[in-house]
């Protein structure tokens, strides 16, 4: 599936390298109370969301699409969103709901991680998809979306019989693992020594 | 109370400025899908959460001094905690509990977001209190402490009787505003133009 995907360079020698030691990074998971279980969790929850990952997108793109100051991050110089933009990063978007859940976390994955963050900051922004829209995305949005993409997802994790508790597990997993991906996401919008 | 609380100096004009505009604040709070309910919810939150402020400081303060990595931003050139830093922040930490509840989101309130934002960072630690501590908090912590301090909180949320609807409206207005509140926090750590 993977090389379907344009612009999708996980595991290759084109992704950024990761500036987290995995010491740091082991002490970041400390902070979210990371823990094996969490791992599990997320495995389960890529189960649950394995075929629902249009009805997901559908669901965040709308909201999206909905706010223009949001929408406006995908606009060109014309005002318009440019749908070839929204339709390519779609994909790469569907796939990360997969390797949030099924990857592990390793240097391969901290690397990914890097290469995201500058691909929504002025280093990368738009390259991928060749595309001439605004220069990057503010930092408050990257921080503030960690709610929206938190609480839409319960739902999905809650339809397929999972007990409550199960559903709530795989949550929490989820949520620790937004925070800890937008904290890594933040190293290139920060002052130097300040990550 | 208030007055008794060194260092608390909300709606004074020693408080720094916000540098967010109300047109900024409005956007962003759209962001996290913020409406009047949350208000609402929060308020019955400060009800529940009133008499339990100890409480989840203990919790809260024992998570912190079991993690060596976090609570080295208490202590001092001989490495030890400093006791007297530990327990003026804590009464400070007491009233933000009731202010992220009881409060209106206001212009003090935003101005008094970037009062903490500076005391987190080079800006402003330590000053309050006259220590001489760790200069500034890594902006890694802030945006992952946004998991414990929100996940946390349900518990104490749960234990007034409230139906399991009312507690989940509570627990995510609370959610709501830790986002927003650390996303504010991170104006001080981001390079210019990129909040
Ligand atoms: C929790 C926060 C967010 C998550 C989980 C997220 C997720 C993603 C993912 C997975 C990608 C594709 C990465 C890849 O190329 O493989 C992406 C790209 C993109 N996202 Fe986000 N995003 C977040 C915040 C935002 C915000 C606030 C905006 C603003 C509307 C935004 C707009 C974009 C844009 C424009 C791209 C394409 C970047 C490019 O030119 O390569 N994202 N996002
Ligand atoms: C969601 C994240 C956090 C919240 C809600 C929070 C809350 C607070 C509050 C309310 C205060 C007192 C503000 C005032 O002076 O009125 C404070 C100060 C302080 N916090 Fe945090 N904090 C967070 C993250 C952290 C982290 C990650 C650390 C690192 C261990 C930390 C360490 C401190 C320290 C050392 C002070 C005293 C700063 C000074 O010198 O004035 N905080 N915090």
Redesign the interface.
């Known amino acids: 599936m993977s090389e379907a995907i344009p612009g999708y360079t996980y595991g290759t020698a084109q992704v950024a390298q990761s500036p987290v030691s995995l010491e ?1 990074w082991e ?2 998971k ?4 990371w823990t094996a279980e969490d791992e599990q969790y997320l495995r389960m929850a890529g189960e649950v969301l394995g075929d629902q990952v249009d009805a997901i997108l559908d669901l965040w793109y709308g909201f999206v699409a909905s ?1 223009a ?2 929408v406006y991050y995908f606009t060109g110089s014309d005002g318009q969103p440019i749908a070839d933009y929204l339709s390519r990063v779609r994909q790469r978007f569907g796939q990360w709901i997969l390797d949030t859940c099924r990857r592990p976390y390793d240097q391969d994955w901290l690397n990914y991680q890097m290469e995201i963050a500058l691909r929504h ?2 280093t990368k922004k738009n390259q991928t998809d060749g595309v001439q829209s605004v220069p ?1 995305i ?4 990257m ?6 993409i ?2 839409t997802i319960r739902e999905f994790l809650a339809r397929k019989g999972h007990s409550a508790a199960e559903v709530d597990r795989m949550h ?1 997993a989820w ?2 693992s937004i ?2 991906q ?3 996401w ?1 190293y290139p ?3 130097e020594g ?2």
């Open positions: 740091e002490l970041l400390q902070t979210v109370l706010h100051h949001l900051y002025r990057m503010p930092l408050r949005y921080i503030a979306f960690i709610y929206p938190t609480a929490q949520f620790k925070v800890l937008v904290t890594l933040s919008y920060t002052r300040d990550f």
